[in-house]
């Protein structure tokens, strides 16, 4: 079987004395002059981020890096605590929690406010089919309610004003509204705008597009899960997890 | 069996209207006024960074998150294209290559250059032993020398100007310059001081632990692989790698 | 915030001098008595595994192991020569790639076998009706064509006669058989039974839940990187592999 | 830059209608024919296994696949619940956990056992050496000791029956023994043989190399994984680990 098609890319390309990232020199027009931030934009988008974008990405970034004993981080604990030769396994078998249940959450309020935004019959009759929608299949609203965080979620209000301080125009933000207002509408419980709602929210607001939200997530949650194995190395935890769970967990046939 | 001891931690803790980064309240003190740079060091350090150590940060981050199809990229991009449900599954694949023949150098090379800073006979005395070591074993000496960029990386010299101008004390930089004279003093080649060397330099500059360096390598490497499943949900070149590596092998019993 | 509830298992528990697997005791009751195919029949189940489970079990196993430079093995390869130092983080790389794309299509049709075999209106209407519904959507059907294995793959039929010779059923090897018939007279072209349609059929047969069966996949493949990794150590591609494919592909902005 | 060379492998090939791995045609050689396990020998060897062979192999896959609670299990567990879209991923996270910590130390007493059976001074005089420079060192020698199995891990003497009583030459065997008999010489508390020392023993009898056995563990921890996650499936534990965990840990500044 010969090559189907000669794979291509418009990422990357260098030379022995020169490396290019989306067309620009990497070390004259890129080093020392973006900030970490703005060259994850720059990479993603090809082009330098507006003021807006860079500071809604860092908002984001920052706000997702940590929360506690995560199942992220308690994996990466653990799995350094088992292999302290592969820092970087730790933090891959980490990073494979920012799944569904979690984090993923953003990529699914995401599509929901892109239908809202959309929707020909006007965005508050749309949240309301949404609400209903959910409600008679039994399902979560992604992006709304919060285990811990009661009544409210207090990290989505700041995330809103940051992103609307910044010059957000705010059609997603006010989508996320009608959605809150709808859903609250229809459940008997109060639901807060969690985290990831505001964060699908404001990720639309800057062109970040839902199918690579997830991504922005793990980029944050590396960088939390390098400080979970920084402080891990100084004062283990890993073994004392292993065991708390080995001895509390109960063996029932 | 008991439980051997508590484990502990002292990076994070929340309550239900809360969250405590490093004692900081992640929504009044941390979000909308650290950049994502910021935050990686202040989760890592448990204060806020100064000019200099973000500076040079930002310089690292920038500087490895992106070098074309390395097999990190190849990875990512494979497993994506294999299993699409789970970006973050793919993302860990790619990571996983951070490992001792590439970025991993780091490290080894932050451990010569303070054992050069700290040896008392002096700085070049120090380095000339290390070259010759390195020498009599046949090995590589981590930081020096690269395979493509030749004569010279063009990172290193701009990855040292800008943690001088940031206003780094410049002491392992130094120590960098001195195991380079005497590198090519031993060795017959040329061997230019390559990224992963002048990072180790300014890494250490700013305060970072050697055990933690490729941990940097690993969340720059995340943003970058991120952006290459952007490309590969547009721009699909994964199912073409795997043509070009399946026919293009040979196989010989 | 208390605890919810107990964790609890019924896999395993032990003591200073014994472990206990599914109730068994592993050093009298199972090591040098079970191989280790039936293992994991016992461990999944609870219970000895027949003649059939472990024969057809066996099979599958034998048949997914191996492929030659499937994505999975390309980045096993990539990743354990960019770190030598975590095997096990190479091979995690490589199952990353069981997912929906190639292996996992093993559990949509393992779906589509049991919706036919409980139809109330008969097995070859329901066939029919799905063959129309996939032709409709445009999709593939899980379980038939294969790119490469033309016009015929080889593994369906051997997998299938083993399970038959080991006395199965038979039940969703003949839904197999509906599903083949109707899609063929569906779509104008040829459509053959491949490998995951047939281990859907015959893992069924067998009483392996549909949503554990890309687990089976992971263990044959875990099997077949480590026989990947272990000719990598002592004739090495993944640097050339990683030559080719940077080299080879092509920059386009 | 031009290609390098061109990568090789001798491990599979095929054409539309063959598959052969080592040589062997998969679909009339072995499938059906060959168990799992043999299937491993002939993949990592390139030649049919003996009875020998096989029978050892069985063991020790059955020996490691479970031991309750591990970090592996508690990784798989937490990733699967976080990311349930991607079984494939769990099972990664978990098998990475087969590090040096734990399962990784067969590979250094295999080591240790190679040097004493090729030791010109004999095999007591080496062991002897062996254990005086661990007890120097303040290092545990691996293979030796077991933190929860006391006195002794049940698992060692038995693997070594199945070993002796399917015909091993006991060379690696006896070796083990003068370690054990020299350590417990060396070192004041009594140090038992435990089950990753005798693996090390009895894979060496069977050709298994040190530099590939940490593979044989991740095989059957992957398994042993799998049967992790369909219980999970029925009777989920993970997220009541997660509350475990993250409300037991304890907030230290």
């Known amino acids: 079987m010969?090559?189907?098609?000669?794979?291509?890319?418009?990422?990357?390309?260098?030379?022995p004395d020169k490396i290019f990232v989306?067309?620009?020199?990497?070390?004259?027009?890129?080093?020392?002059?973006?900030?970490?931030?703005?060259?994850i934009l720059f990479h993603l988008n090809g082009k330098k981020p507006t003021p807006l974008q860079t500071k809604v990405l860092d908002a984001v970034l920052v706000t997702t890096?940590?929360?506690?004993?995560?199942?992220?981080?308690?994996?990466?604990?653990?799995?350094?605590?088992s292999a302290p030769e592969a820092l970087q396994a730790a933090?891959?078998?980490?990073?494979?929690?920012?799944?569904?249940?979690?984090?993923?959450?953003?990529?699914?309020?995401?599509?929901?406010?892109?239908?809202i935004v959309e929707a020909p019959e006007g965005m508050p009759a749309r949240a309301e089919a949404i609400a209903r929608r959910f409600k008679a299949s039994g399902s979560f609203i992604p992006g709304l309610g919060h285990p811990f965080h009661k009544?409210?979620?207090?990290?989505?209000?700041?995330?809103?004003?940051?992103?609307?301080?910044?010059?957000a125009k705010g059609t997603y933000i006010a989508a996320l509204k009608e959605l809150s207002t709808a859903a609250n509408?229809?459940?008997?419980?109060?639901?807060?705008?969690?985290?990831?709602?505001?964060?699908?929210?404001?990720?639309?607001?800057?062109?970040?597009?839902?199918?690579?939200?997830?991504?922005?997530?793990?980029?944050?949650?590396?960088?939390?899960?390098v400080g979970h194995i920084a402080e891990e190395i100084k004062r283990p935890s890993g073994r004392y997890i292993y065991d708390m769970v080995d001895h509390g967990i109960e063996y029932k046939e």
């Open 151 to 167: 009544p409210d979620d207090p990290r989505a209000p700041k995330l809103i004003e940051i992103a609307e301080q910044a010059g």
């Open 91 to 115: 933090v891959a078998a980490g990073i494979m929690g920012a799944g569904s249940t979690y984090l993923g959450t953003m990529e699914g309020c995401a599509a929901l406010l892109a239908e």
């Open 22 to 39: 989306r067309g620009a020199n990497l070390v004259d027009e890129l080093m020392g002059q973006l900030s970490f931030t703005e060259m």
């Open 185 to 225: 509408k229809a459940y008997p419980k109060y639901l807060t705008t969690n985290a990831t709602g505001a964060i699908a929210a404001i990720l639309l607001e800057i062109g970040i597009e839902p199918a690579i939200m997830r991504g922005i997530a793990v980029i944050s949650r590396a960088a939390g899960l």
């Open 2 to 15: 010969k090559h189907k098609s000669i794979p291509t890319t418009g990422i990357s390309r260098y030379e």
């Open 65 to 81: 890096m940590e929360h506690g004993f995560t199942p992220s981080a308690i994996s990466t604990r653990l799995i350094f605590h």
